[in-house]
């Protein structure tokens, strides 16, 4: 087994913190540099893209940061122990975070499944071994949801063998609770879809001992999630990693409770025999994900902001100068928690139908991306652009709404 001063030793190209790994950014990013140029996407033929949407997974999320792609590269070039790098990690993660543990699973999807099979089998291999098959192992069989929070990622859940179980009112809640409730999972980009908030959800949940999670998959930024969730008492949590952090795409986080964590990790890779095995996260995703929830948590977030609302400004500033055009900013409560420009026309005198616009932008060059709306509208938010590719999507956005006036 690897040992600290070996991963000091061999891995200094690896910028993690806390003495875990060595401070070698600058070596790691020469081997980058020293890589051969292959443009695969050119190559292929892969459409490469302006994002100007979000960070959507069909449009694979976020780009990594220059630490991340060194830190993979870096860590590509040296065998870890699986679980070592996972207990390691996970310390630096829980500490960040306020949790008692955490793991890195293949993205927020994954750590529903994982953290509930932790929930259900507990330290037994058996029961470990069982599932998704629940009858006759003594395991818990209902995960309660409030119905507002059911919009298709409950799906993880059920992977474990589980039946949904929903509810609108506190009465409802309350009657639902038996002894077959294995859990109480909430959604909270629903949250305003649902009456019971997050804070009686816990005090009901407690009060008949019966574990909480909550999926926070996309609801960072703002960075305080990151432990808002944990400080108030949720069992469980999870989030993906390859939204607003920048890690890598098939990365989440599991943390929380250390005894369901530690059950969590009972069905996951290197094990087999497990609902958890197709679940892999490899050393580099796992190091990876730490070093961008490191930097995410560290960065300035107010200048990062700024940066966003001059970018919408610019772009705002450009389309609203075509007669017939209306733009509005707004800012998501929940989940993507960035200024969001929507843009709409009057189709009496810009006759130009959203998906057609989208299509010409698409089948730009450069393309570009953007999430069509209803009514001869769209949005756009500048988090995922590039320095400069505001001004792009600017020009290319005025272009085409120009040429549509009546």
């Known amino acids: 087994m690897i040992n600290r001063r070996d991963l000091i030793k061999h891995l200094s190209t690896v910028p993690l913190l806390g003495g875990f790994l060595g401070n070698g950014t600058a070596e790691a990013a020469g081997l980058l540099a020293k890589a051969p140029v292959r443009n695969l996407a050119k190559e292929l033929g892969i459409r490469t893209f302006i994002n100007a949407a979000g960070t959507y997974t069909m449009m694979t999320g976020s780009l990594m940061q220059d630490d991340v792609v060194a830190t993979i590269q870096g860590a590509a070039k040296e065998f870890m122990m699986l679980d070592e790098v996972q207990t390691k990690v996970g310390e630096k993660i829980a500490a960040i975070t306020h949790a008692e543990s955490a793991v890195v699973t293949a993205g927020c999807f994954s750590a529903l499944t994982l953290g509930l099979a932790g929930v259900l089998t507990g330290m037994d291999q058996k029961k470990v071994e069982a599932l998704p098959h629940l009858e006759g192992t003594g395991m818990k069989s209902e995960v309660i949801i409030q119905k507002g929070h059911n919009i298709g990622y409950s799906h993880a859940l059920t992977n474990t063998g589980c039946k949904i179980v929903q509810v609108e009112t506190v009465e409802e809640l309350q009657k639902a609770i038996n002894e077959k409730t294995a859990l109480m999972w909430f959604l909270h980009i629903q949250s305003d879809k649902g009456l019971i908030k997050h ?36 069992d469980l949590v999870c989030v993906s990693g390859g939204k607003a952090m920048r890690g890598p795409q098939s990365a989440g986080i599991l943390m929380g409770k250390k005894q369901y964590i530690d059950a969590a990790r009972l069905s996951m890779p290197p094990r087999g025999s497990t609902i958890g095995r197709g679940m892999k996260v ?41 007669k017939g055009v209306v733009t509005e900013v707004t800012v998501p409560e929940l989940g993507n928690h960035t200024p969001t420009l929507k843009v709409s026309w009057d189709a009496a005198k810009v ?51 120009s040429k549509a006036v009546v």
């Open 199 to 234: 804070e009686q959800w816990i005090e009901i949940a407690k009060k008949n001992g019966i574990p909480t999670m909550i999926d926070m998959a996309a609801d960072v930024p703002p960075v305080e999630n990151l432990w808002r969730f944990n400080d108030l008492g949720f």
């Open 282 to 322: 490899n050393k580099e995703e796992i190091l990876g994900m730490y070093v961008a929830l490191d930097n995410f948590v560290k960065m300035d977030h107010k200048k990062e902001w700024k940066i966003w609302e001059d970018r919408v400004a610019t772009i705002e500033n450009a389309v609203k100068s075509v």
């Open 351 to 401: 006759s130009l139908p959203v998906k057609t616009l989208q299509e010409s932008l698409r089948k730009g060059n450069p393309s570009i991306e953007v999430m069509p709306g209803e009514n001869n509208s769209l949005t756009i938010t500048t988090w995922m652009l590039k320095p400069g590719e505001e001004k792009i999507v600017a020009s290319r956005l005025k272009e085409e709404l």
